[in-house]
């Protein structure tokens, strides 16, 4: 019964779904977002499977860094206040060589300033 799904099952369901009426192109808006660490891995998983066993293309908003490492080709980061994009690239490369702080600053998991200051 549906009300007997976990979020995973769900999320699972969702893409299915999708699948199932045709799309070509996948949107997923924080797919691993309240899963435990062991179902967003194993959702990262069925992404790349999907993607790599039927030719699916996957664009994934998500904050989540291990899953974008795990899943991301392509990365595009958008600055929250000009709503422009800020860095686009693969994410290992956007971590180690964005010129932008702010970029290296996400990728890299790095507090503020101020809040590494209060630490101290």
Aim: glycine share 6%; charged share 25%; proline share 5%.
């Amino acid at each position: 019964m549906p009300a007997e799904l976990s979020g995973g099952m769900l999320k699972r369901a969702g893409i299915a779904r999708a699948m199932a009426l045709g799309a070509d192109i996948l949107m997923l808006d924080e797919p691993s977002a309240g899963l435990d660490p062991i179902t967003a891995a194993n959702l990262d998983r069925t992404i790349l499977l999907l993607r790599a066993n039927l030719g699916f293309t996957f664009v994934v908003v998500t904050h989540e860094l291990t899953s974008i490492f795990t899943i991301a080709d392509r990365a595009i980061m958008l600055d929250p206040r000009s709503r422009r994009i800020i860095a686009e690239g693969k994410p290992a490369e956007l971590r180690d060589n964005s010129s932008d702080r702010r970029v290296r600053q996400f990728f890299n998991r790095q507090p503020d300033a101020i809040v590494q200051k209060v630490e101290a």
